[in-house]
């Protein structure tokens, strides 16, 4: 869900019993295991107790569990047939799990998913405009949201939070086109459009459109957490294992609306979100885009994030502006980089820069990733920061730059990969290359092959 700036509306996903349906499919996923009966029971009796705090009319109740007698009878076991084009080096599969349904396998071409510790699976069903690096971008923000943050209050460790999305029935959907309501398809879980989706050094990625490539990617996977996970308190909710954590955004998200930090000049919009209660969701979603970076570029307001509903752009401006909002951010659940390897696109060609310059919009965000694989053919040079960057080279010639005279640093070359440790604090740090043919300093640049 966003604010869309261009025609005032609010694009959201029906979430009214999205739930229900959710724990559903989970049930049905482990009766074809050939699960145990009385688990099933088990799990029959605990979804019905939830429709039953979830709808007071008794007619209402009676005709959703028909449904869901009738869906559950109508689910078989029999495989679906190949759809699009697999590739299994990037975990991407051409068949659809019969289990999703056949309104999946009717709509969706490809899949992948992330296995949770207990062997559950939230899934990720794409279309057939999606591409490959594009699956793989969703999934790896997704495995982001999921990686244990050492030592903080909330995220140290996540399998619970991971195990429950896939017990809830978490599913991601990757739609051909733009959420302008042109896409057909209604299924249930949490859409995420072909023309959200910017992969690193991709064309969107570095012109950073925002009225047509807009990057959604970070806001919709969150709310997927969030919804399914997190859990969130009041109605058409279902219940997730960090209460105390969403009392906390609660809280926050409550001092941004009544201090008008969050919500500005979108009375509607925000009371449509206080109608079906996404207002907590809507909010994080705000102050996880400003605080990597997302917004940086834009153009449209100097001062503000999220379409300028929101106070503050930037890291430094959330715990400047919205110091109550920097509280849940900081050594709670979210790292402060990005964790996972970002795949540059193959077509981009020139210096990819890990480091801030105005003068590039897209490092607005990308001074956030730290480990990056360089696609393709093309001789690409890139610029690191100070995160102990990992760095695996493509197929043509690649140039690592530092900050720095060579004299500075600890070099050491192995036949496997080169390490380059910066004497200076906080500038280059340690950073592990691989496929790399030459390291650039201040002085002088260095062969490695």
Not at 371 to 384: E, H, K, Q
Not at 388 to 406: A, E, P, R
Request: net charge negative.
């Amino acid at each position: 869900m966003f604010w869309n700036k261009k025609n005032k509306n609010k694009s959201h996903i029906k979430r009214e019993w999205s739930a229900e349906i959710g724990k559903l499919n989970y049930i049905i996923e482990n009766m074809e295991k050939g699960i145990d009966k009385d688990w099933v029971i088990d799990e029959l009796d605990d979804l019905y107790e939830i429709i039953e705090r979830s709808w007071k009319n008794y007619y209402m109740k009676k005709i959703f569990l028909g449904l869901i007698f009738i869906f559950s009878c109508s689910n078989d076991n029999s495989e679906n047939q190949p759809i699009g084009q697999a590739n299994p080096e990037l975990g991407i599969e051409n068949i659809i799990p019969s289990n999703l349904g056949k309104e999946y396998s009717d709509n969706f071409n490809r899949y992948t998913k992330v296995v949770t510790p207990n062997g559950g699976k939230i899934h990720i069903v794409a279309q057939s405009n999606l591409s490959d690096e594009q699956i793989v971008r969703a999934r790896s923000t997704l495995e982001h949201f999921l990686k244990n943050y050492p030592g903080s209050k909330y995220g140290n460790n996540k399998s619970e939070l991971a195990n429950k999305m896939a017990e809830n029935g978490a599913i991601l959907t990757l739609l051909n086109g733009q959420d302008d309501g042109n896409n057909p398809v209604e299924v249930n879980g949490q859409a995420l459009f072909e023309n959200e989706i910017q992969v690193e050094g991709h064309p969107w990625y570095i012109n950073q459109d925002y009225n047509n490539h807009r990057d959604a990617t970070y806001e919709e996977i969150l709310h997927l957490v969030h919804d399914y996970g997190i859990g969130i308190d009041g109605h058409n909710s279902f219940p997730g294992t960090m209460p105390k954590y969403q009392s906390e955004i609660r809280q926050a998200q409550k001092n941004a609306l009544s201090t008008n930090l969050w919500g500005i000049g979108a009375d509607r919009w925000i009371n449509e979100l206080a109608d079906e209660n996404s207002l907590t969701q809507e909010y994080l979603a705000a102050l996880i885009d400003s605080y990597y970076g997302l917004w940086g570029a834009w153009t449209d307001s100097n001062t503000h994030g999220m379409w300028g509903i929101y106070v503050a752009k930037t890291r430094n401006e959330i715990f400047l502006e919205d110091p109550v909002g920097g509280e849940i951010i900081n050594n709670k659940f979210f790292h402060p980089y990005l964790t996972y390897n970002a795949r540059i696109d193959s077509g981009f060609n020139g210096i990819f820069s890990l480091k801030f310059d105005s003068s590039k919009p897209y490092t607005n965000h990308s001074q956030y990733l730290k480990d990056i694989t360089l696609l393709g053919n093309n001789d690409t040079a890139v610029y690191i920061n100070q995160l102990d960057n990992n760095i695996t080279g493509n197929k043509g010639t690649n140039t690592v730059i530092f900050n720095g005279n060579s004299l500075e640093y600890i070099i050491d070359i192995t036949d496997i990969e080169t390490s380059v440790t910066d004497k200076v604090s906080n500038r280059d740090g340690i950073n592990i290359l691989k496929g790399i043919e030459k390291i650039k300093f201040t002085d002088q640049t260095i062969q490695l092959n």
